[in-house]
């Protein structure tokens, strides 16, 4: 098995709920808790293990935002597992999930430098790194309907933009998916050959421009006033 | 990347120590002038409290120390865990060579030669592995490069180079054999450290395009999705001025290798004295201090194409 998600692209609407419902569940899960440093203060700061960036694709008037939700790549070729000295962080054969054992790690911060993919957070508190378990405690949990045997961002996204699965398994729907939608992997260059791929945007229909009219000159005017004007 | 004073202290001064006891057997197995028994047992000394000091101060980054221990178990994969084994099996074999100097009353044996030469080819590797630590991070494209660990061991030579020959002065002896050989490790090291600037300065590898996977448009940063700082941020988003970068470049080559090697030549020449030779270690380590700062603060990680950084 190789399991992993499929995150599209297309439509990620950047709402960061994956990110907290993962923090949710996995502060309370093997490798938790996922500390915060002072939450209320000025600089709030803590241990996530999914993080959501937005970019600006292409040039206006041909341009488009891209809401791009990262996690663990759990890689085929796992350069972090390779460098960890204390044999902490290891990449099961079985499923193919990276994990770190909380109980051998050291904290050097080495394996966080062998990532090309931000996926490793140190935790301050107890000095461990830790990082995306693709909810090892709840996708083999027998006590859960099979609905829900999947990872906590997947689950939670409100716009069906994460996919989790098998993709050794090509009839799965995340090989689906992939095939039928070219995903791509981050960064390939590196060869690191990260599980996880994601879906490009689709190609949208061009909004038709030509049915609109010039503005008249009492409607620019009127348009400026409004500008103008401080109400 | 974030440079850590514990990895800059570490590097530099287990790097002279294991330089300095390398030179040490090699220059005491080819009879070099001055290599009495005082300047042997203080070079001995000299460089374990380098060495040990610096592997000490390489457990002040870890965050969970206790764990430290099982750092010896990864050998067959990892260049960190290769350097800790190889630290630590060089400890017997170098106390048992200067304890048969001792006993043996400054008497060379075969059986103290084949001790010291195993310590000297243990020294090398220990920092091989302390360079291909950095040399084999696909991630960072600056040291990802094997005039990397060529570096660490031309530097870590000719530092202990240099510091022979001031303990050999301290000894009443000349050294000038010894200081030719410094002289030239230092000139090849300059040399390494002259083609490593110039490599670094060519930009290649990942973009924020290929990071992305946007390859045929401009890719903007628009938000990193946090208001604070990160770990990420912290210990790769390091950022310093390039106008500063440049000149402590300057520095490391004036005084880390340029005013050692000119009193290299004048030891060569015959003139000098211990004091001015205890001036040219400390002039020179001083400049290995900046060089390795600048190791770390020039490296660029390539998770910063994900904080916006157009290439790394």
């Keep these: 098995m190789k399991l992993g998600l499929v995150i599209d692209l297309d439509v990620c609407v950047g709402c960061h709920a ?64 390779d460098v960890c000295p204390t044999g902490a962080s290891y990449k099961r054969a079985e499923d193919g999930v990276v994990l770190i054992d909380q109980d051998k790690c050291m904290g050097c911060n080495y394996c966080s430098w062998a990532c090309p993919y931000g996926a490793r957070e140190l935790d301050r508190e ?63 260059e590196l060869g690191y050959n990260p599980t996880n791929q994601y879906l490009p945007p689709r190609l949208t229909r061009p909004v038709p421009v030509e049915d609109v009219k010039r503005k008249s000159l009492i409607h620019s005017v009127r348009d400026w006033v409004n500008k103008a004007v401080v109400r | 990347m974030h440079p850590a004073f514990s990895v800059i202290f570490f590097t530099v001064a287990s790097g002279a120590g294991y330089g300095l006891f390398i030179l040490m057997v090699l220059a005491r ?10 300047t042997m047992l203080s070079a001995g000394i000299l460089a374990l409290v380098l060495i040990s000091a610096g592997l000490l101060s390489s457990t002040f980054h870890l965050a969970n120390p206790k764990n430290a221990w099982r750092a010896f178990f990864r050998f067959r994969t990892s260049w960190l865990s290769r350097e800790g084994v190889f630290a630590v099996l060089f400890y017997p074999f170098a106390l048992l060579y200067l304890l048969l100097l001792w006993v043996l009353d400054n008497q060379d044996s075969t059986l103290m030669n084949t001790i010291g030469v195993l310590a000297l080819l243990i020294a090398l590797a220990t920092v091989f592995s302390t360079g291909m630590i950095y040399g084999c991070l696909k991630t960072i494209r600056q040291w990802h490069t094997a005039l990397t660990p060529a570096n660490y061991l031309l530097i870590g030579l000719a530092t202990g180079g240099v510091l022979l020959v001031m303990l050999i002065m301290m000894n009443g002896g000349r050294g000038s054999s010894v200081a030719w050989l410094a002289g030239a490790l230092l000139l090849i090291a300059a040399i390494t450290k002259a083609v490593y600037y110039f490599w670094i300065s060519k930009v290649i590898g990942p973009t924020i395009n290929t990071a992305t996977g946007f390859t045929r448009a401009q890719v903007r940063l628009l938000d990193t999705g946090h208001t604070a700082g990160t770990f990420l941020t912290d210990e790769f988003g390091y950022q310093t001025d390039p106008k500063q970068l440049e000149s402590l470049k300057y520095m490391v080559f004036i005084f880390g290798f340029f005013l050692p090697a000119c009193f290299m030549a004048a030891v060569f020449a015959g003139a000098g004295g211990w004091g001015s030779a205890l001036l040219a270690a400390l002039c020179m380590l001083g400049g290995i201090g900046v060089e390795r700062w600048l190791f770390f603060a020039e490296a660029r990680h390539v998770v910063n194409l994900y904080h916006g950084a157009r290439h790394t």
């Excluded at chain 1, 830790?130 to 996708?139: A, H, Q, V």
């Design chain 1, 18 to 81: 994956c990110a907290v419902s993962c923090k949710q569940w996995n502060t309370s899960g093997t490798t938790g808790p996922l500390t915060d440093y002072h939450p209320y203060g000025e600089d709030p700061g803590g241990v996530w293990f999914n993080r959501i960036r937005h970019y600006e694709v292409g040039d206006y008037p041909n341009n488009k935002t891209i809401n791009f939700p990262m996690s663990c790549m759990h890689c085929e070729q796992a350069d972090c597992v």
């Design chain 1, 126 to 188: 107890s000095g461990t790194m830790k990082k995306c378990t693709l909810c090892i405690d709840r996708i083999y949990d027998e006590e859960l309907d099979p609905v829900d045997r999947q990872p906590s961002c997947v689950i939670t996204c409100p716009a069906h933009a994460r996919h989790f699965g098998d993709f050794d398994d090509p009839d799965s729907s995340v090989s689906r998916l992939v095939r039928e939608r070219a995903g791509y992997q981050l960064m390939p």
């Design chain 2, 29 to 38: 197995l080819f009879n070099a002038e001055g290599m009495n028994g005082g």
